[in-house]
């Protein structure tokens, strides 16, 4: 039994039971004339694939979300066109719901809770519209010209959660607009660090993201997502400019400045028409006074635009997950060593798991310290042959404490994975999308965990929203290139290695011994064609940290890949292979990148050695 991620697009006729005791042949002749001439064309055009029809309707899989709503907008107008032309009293017409989820293979079928839920969201869609769950309208906002209502959570049969379901329909053309009044959006830019220690840039990046965060609880106000401000980060703007490009009415911007127990913010709300400022303030506090202070600036914003904040927004915004400034301080540090920090290395894992230890010691009561930990312990287990279990009890701990935690249920997903569950994982992946779609730790472990069983549609697409949600992972476009590489989507590969490199010659600015972002960086480079700065990152990399596996495996595959040097890539990666783990050694069996070896004598019998070394060991 063989479970994944699709998109599900149920269609159904409306009325046609009624249809039939009317006029049973004229309405098969009619249903037959649509799907012919309007159903199968669309579907087919955007590379669906039906696996059930039904005398009513349909159910569809697609690879892509935007294919399954482009098909699904294009049916109904369609329809609407041909039957509108018609004089019969009873026109034909589909409601046609669409759900990203997981689902169960079974031979050409597909069934499990994903089919489910999109059949329940179809039931929900107006008569001749499209509606769309929560997890496929955000992986669609922005890809294409199309127009949301959000219909609100919806307790469905035989669903557990309330499913969140938006209506969708095509833009209007730039004549068919009118104006609307003026909805009140923010766009809260990155908080300048304005402290002596440029260390300190992820304790103001946190503070940025948790006013994103609070904003957000705030019904009557539009905000931006993170990924979308933060491409501003460190960039000299024009405020109106920006309002324009990110269709915000105001603009939130400021600085924060730590210095010893003190704390400085100054934060200015700036009208995105005219430039001016609606409200401004500067902070003087204990760095105590942390949390307290945030709520003020959320609530201060709230006022200047005249807006009431309902008692249980209120209460949300001051819900966090702790209250101890010391634990919260020690866990950004931790989670700016997991997104940047030298991937690979048992070092970066053991400094996570000494920084979310302390921060635990100091509030145990602190979920997101357990999780993060978890994942730092499952690491050391699994990549570098650590003892424990893996993270399982830490992150146990964290879901105890938090059950709707989106990124605990993501790092028990992975450890399920790792300890030979994958149904389970499965399940904890999609428990963990559903919560969180738009959280990068979430999307980070679904694409790795798809990149470990070679499903290359899934990782890409997973590594691509992890790329858009975090400006300074290198890892995921340096993924994302070896997927598009795979598929032999050169220009995708071009776009994602310039991704890639910059975010890893920014890496290696800050830290010359940062052997995962030499070895991203290098793939990008090799990549891009640059062969010989390529090998001068190497040989520097290789004298700096030799020791460094996870180092050479990623030289290994940019010149089995792109450099077209099998003997090089088989030498860098012969101590790999001597000294792997069982996690690293699987990788290898399935990485693309390696692809161009495997029929090479010298790389089987490395697998085979390693293969006895940890059959011995075990």
């Not at 499965?426 to 999308?433: C, F, I, N, V």
């Not at 997927?483 to 995708?492: L, R």
């Not at 460094?548 to 040097?565: I, S, T, Y």
Request: glycine letters at 6%; proline letters at 3%; aromatic letters at 6%.
């Amino acid at each position: 039994m063989q479970r994944k991620l699709t998109v599900i697009f149920s269609a159904d006729v409306v009325g046609y039971s009624s249809l039939m005791e009317r006029d049973e042949a004229g309405t098969l002749a009619r249903l037959k004339e649509n799907r012919a001439v309007i159903f199968d064309p669309h579907v087919a055009k955007q590379g669906g694939r039906q696996f059930k029809l039904m005398g009513d309707g349909a159910l569809v899989e697609f690879a892509s979300v935007v294919a399954a709503v482009n098909c699904a907008l294009a049916i109904q107008a369609a329809t609407e066109k041909a039957e509108s032309g018609t004089s019969d009293a009873k026109p034909i017409r589909y409601r046609i719901g669409i759900n990203l989820g997981e689902v169960i293979v079974d031979g050409d079928d597909i069934y499990g809770e994903g089919v489910n839920v999109a059949a329940r969201i179809q039931a929900l869609a107006p008569v001749g519209g499209v509606a769309l769950s929560k997890m496929v309208r955000d992986n669609v906002d922005g890809k294409m010209p199309c127009v949301f209502e959000d219909m609100g959570e919806h307790s469905v049969k035989n669903i557990e959660r309330p499913v969140h379901v938006f209506k969708v329909s095509a833009a209007q053309s730039e004549s068919q607009k009118v104006e609307s009044p003026r909805k009140l959006s923010v766009c809260v830019l990155p908080f300048a660090n304005m402290s002596d220690d440029p260390q300190q840039e992820y304790f103001s990046d946190g503070i940025s993201e948790d006013i994103i965060t609070d904003l957000s609880k705030v019904s009557a106000l539009g905000v931006t997502a993170r990924n979308t401000s933060f491409q501003f980060k460190g960039k000299s703007v024009d405020v109106p400019q920006v309002a324009r490009q990110v269709k915000v009415s105001h603009v939130l911007e400021g600085s924060v400045r730590k210095a010893g127990g003190r704390l400085r913010i100054t934060a200015q709300l700036i009208d995105g028409k005219s430039g001016e400022h609606v409200w401004a303030e500067r902070y003087d506090r204990d760095l105590s006074d942390i949390f307290a202070l945030q709520d003020e600036i959320s609530e201060a914003i709230v006022k200047a635009l005249k807006l009431k904040l309902l008692p249980e927004e209120k209460k949300a915004i001051e819900a966090r997950g702790t209250e101890n400034v010391d634990a919260y301080n020690l866990y950004l540090m931790a989670r700016q060593y997991y997104v940047t920090g030298n991937w690979g290395d048992a070092r970066r894992e053991e400094a996570i798991t000494r920084l979310c230890s302390r921060a635990a010691e100091i509030d145990p009561g602190y979920a997101r310290a357990w999780s993060l930990m978890a994942l730092s312990q499952n690491m050391q287990r699994f990549l570098f042959g650590g003892k424990g279990d893996g993270g399982l009890a830490s992150v146990e701990r964290a879901l105890a404490l938090d059950s709707t935690l989106a990124e605990a249920h993501a790092v028990k997903a992975l450890i399920l994975f790792e300890n030979g569950h994958p149904d389970e994982a499965s399940s904890e992946l999609a428990t963990a999308l559903r919560l969180d779609p738009e959280s990068f730790d979430v999307n980070r472990v679904a694409a790795y965990l798809s990149y470990k069983q070679r499903q290359l549609e899934n990782a890409t697409r997973f590594f691509e929203k992890a790329t858009a949600l975090m400006e300074t992972d290198f890892h995921s476009p340096g993924m994302l290139l070896c997927c598009y590489a795979a598929a032999g989507n050169s220009e995708a590969v071009r776009r994602a290695a310039q991704i890639s490199l910059a975010r890893a010659e920014k890496a290696v600015a800050q830290d010359q011994s940062n052997g995962a972002a030499m070895g991203f960086g290098v793939n990008a480079l090799a990549a891009l064609g640059q062969v010989e700065r390529a090998k001068e990152w190497m040989a520097r990399a290789l004298l700096i940290d030799p020791g460094n596996m996870n180092m050479r495996f990623n030289f290994a595959c940019a010149a089995a890949r792109d450099l077209k040097e099998p003997d090089t890539a088989l030498e860098l990666i012969g101590p790999f292979f001597a000294t792997s783990t069982v996690d690293f050694l699987n990788h290898a069996k399935v990485d693309p990148d390696l692809d161009s070896l495997r029929a090479d004598p010298r790389f089987k019998a490395m697998i085979a050695a390693a293969e006895a070394r940890l059959a011995g060991s075990s």
